[in-house]
C-alpha cells in the first residue's frame, strides 16, 4: 500500500479531492494551522499531505503504518482503535477529523460517529471517503474486509442521527465508474477465486497519469457542485 499511494492513479486523486476540500472549507491560509486528526491513516498517503495544514494526530490499528507514519514526519501518530480508545485528551479539540476509506472497516460505525463528533470543535468538520454502491460488492471488499458498501442515503441517515450537519454530498470516481463496474461485475461472475484478492490493476505510466488527470478535473467540478454517481462517495458533515 506504501508503494501504491506514491503512484497509483486512485490515491493520488484522494489527495487532490482532500486538498481541494481543505481549502474549500478553511481557506488556503497555512499561517493560521487547525487541528487535525485522520482515523485509519494507514501508510501517511494522505497524512503527510495534512501537515501542510495544521498539526495533526493520526491513528491506526497497525503498528507497521503507524511506524511509517512517524518516519514521513507525523509525530503524533499511535496505534489504537477510535472505538475502543480513551477520548478524554481529545474532547473539543479538533477542527478537522477525517476518515478516508475507514468507517467501511468499523462494526460500529456509528459509534465511530458518536466519537468523532465529541472530539471535534463546535462546528468542527468531518471528511469522509466510503466505497459507494451495494450491487459492487465483490472479492475486493473482501480481501479488504469490509464490513459494507455505503448507499447515500445509509450514509446521511447516519450522520444525521449522529448530529452531524451535511455540507456536501458527491460521488467521486465517475468517469471512469463504467470500467470498474464491469470489470467487478466480470469478476463476481467468470472470476472469483478461492482467496480472495484485491482487484488494483497495475497501468502503464501513461494510462496511470491520465487516469490522474481525469480525477483533477473530477475534484474541479466537486468543489462547485455534487458528481451524481461514481464508485466512492465522499461527504463532508459539520458538527452541530
Known amino acids: 500500500m506504501a508503494d501504491l499511494e506514491k503512484e497509483y492513479w486512485w490515491h493520488k486523486g484522494k489527495v487532490h479531492l482532500i486538498e481541494a476540500m481543505i481549502k474549500k472549507y478553511f481557506g488556503s491560509n497555512r499561517e493560521n494551522p487547525i487541528e ?17 495544514y495544521g498539526n495533526v494526530t493520526a491513528i491506526d490499528i497497525s503498528e507497521e503504518a503507524v511506524t511509517l507514519n512517524k518516519e514521513s514526519g507525523v509525530k503524533n501518530a499511535f496505534c489504537g482503535d477510535v472505538n475502543d480508545m480513551d477520548l478524554s485528551p481529545y474532547e473539543k479539540k479538533f477542527d478537522l477529523i477525517l476518515a478516508l476509506d475507514v468507517l467501511e472497516h468499523i462494526q460500529d460505525d456509528i459509534e465511530a460517529m458518536r466519537r468523532v ?5 463546535d462546528n468542527g468538520m468531518f471528511f469522509i471517503n466510503v466505497p459507494a454502491h451495494k450491487f459492487l460488492w465483490s472479492e475486493h471488499d473482501e480481501a479488504l474486509h469490509h464490513k459494507r458498501r455505503y448507499h447515500s442515503f445509509e ?60 480525477l483533477k478535473l473530477e475534484v474541479k467540478m466537486v468543489e462547485k457542485f455534487n458528481l451524481p454517481f461514481g464508485v466512492t462517495l465522499t461527504v463532508v458533515a459539520r458538527k452541530k
Not at 38 to 47: A, D, L, N, W
Not at 117 to 121: A, D, I, P, S
Not at 183 to 211: C, D, H, Q
Open 36 to 52: 487535525i486528526m485522520e482515523i485509519g491513516c494507514g501508510t501517511g498517503g494522505v497524512t503527510s499531505i495534512l501537515l501542510n
Open 117 to 121: 463528533h465529541y472530539m471535534l470543535k
Open 155 to 214: 450514509m446521511i441517515s447516519k450522520l444525521k442521527d449522529t448530529s452531524f450537519t451535511i455540507l456536501k454530498k458527491s460521488y467521486f470516481v465517475t468517469f471512469t465508474s463504467p470500467i470498474i463496474i464491469l470489470y467487478r461485475i466480470w469478476g463476481n461472475l467468470f472470476g472469483k477465486s478461492a482467496y480472495p484478492k484485491t482487484s488494483y490493476v497495475m497501468l502503464p505510466e501513461i494510462i496511470n497519469n491520465f487516469f490522474i488527470n481525469i
